[in-house]
């Protein structure tokens, strides 16, 4: 049976690239079946807008932003790592290339989803 190609386009429109950011994190959370609690969309999101979460002015600004602990943030770093999405690279904690874009800019995804 040949199976047909549906196309469907959805448009969002964010004016801070934060909001942009968790967008795309949300999915690829959905999509990856990685299960990304709410923290780690918030850090992964944070981190790519600031390009870091190492200075302590931006650890500061992220615990105070998301009314959450120092000791809370370092425990949800910790398992970004383990899982790959956080890295480390000069010296410090950055999201890793594979799932960095620059959310200042627009975004267009294509998403496949195939029969295999």
Request: proline fraction near 1%.
């Given at each position: 049976?040949?199976?047909?190609?549906?196309?469907?386009?959805?448009?969002?429109?964010?004016?801070?690239?934060?909001?942009?950011?968790?967008?795309?994190?949300?999915?690829?959370?959905?999509?990856?079946?990685?299960?990304?609690?709410?923290?780690?969309?918030?850090?992964?999101?944070?981190?790519?807008?600031?390009?870091?979460?190492?200075?302590?002015?931006?650890?500061?600004?992220?615990c105070k932003m998301?009314?959450?602990?120092?000791?809370?943030?370092?425990?949800?770093?910790?398992?970004?790592?383990?899982?790959?999405?956080?890295?480390?690279?000069?010296?410090?904690?950055?999201?890793?290339?594979?799932?960095?874009?620059?959310?200042?800019?627009?975004?267009?995804?294509?998403?496949?989803?195939?029969?295999?």
């Amino acid at each position: 049976m040949e199976r047909k190609t549906i196309v469907q386009k959805i448009g969002v429109s964010e004016n801070e690239a934060i909001k942009i950011a968790k967008k795309y994190y949300t999915l690829l959370s959905a999509m990856s079946s990685k299960g990304l609690s709410q923290m780690k969309i918030d850090l992964l999101s944070f981190t790519a807008v600031k390009g870091n979460i190492s200075y302590s002015t931006n650890r500061e600004e992220f615990c105070k932003m998301y009314s959450t602990s120092q000791a809370s943030m370092y425990n949800t770093i910790w398992e970004l790592k383990k899982m790959g999405l956080l890295i480390k690279d000069g010296g410090k904690t950055k999201v890793a290339p594979k799932y960095l874009l620059d959310f200042n800019n627009n975004i267009i995804l294509q998403i496949s989803l195939l029969h295999g």
